[in-house]
């Protein structure tokens, strides 16, 4: 659906981030929806996608839907080595 006028017409939510959600002793994200992963033909990627040779291993993620989602916060783990 197209509108001439989405800012009035597209239905939109606000959710804030987390707070601390950045800071190592936060463990409050177990409940988090995993990121979802999406073909190159999904996403149409542009604007380069073409000049990088990217690895085998790479995957585009996003939220579960692609049109509605707009941010993903990433937590990762790193040990340190022994």
């Known amino acids: 659906m197209s509108s001439s006028d989405p800012a009035t017409a597209c239905e939109s939510e606000t959710v804030d981030e987390p707070v601390g959600w950045t800071e190592a002793g936060f463990d409050d994200d177990a409940a988090w929806e995993a990121a979802t992963a999406f073909s190159a033909t999904e996403v149409d990627p542009k604007d380069g996608y073409d000049d990088v040779a990217w690895d085998d ?10 049109e509605v989602d707009n941010t993903v916060l990433l937590r990762a783990t790193v040990e340190a080595p022994a």
């Open 57 to 66: 291993r790479a995957q585009f993620i996003w939220g579960a839907d692609l």
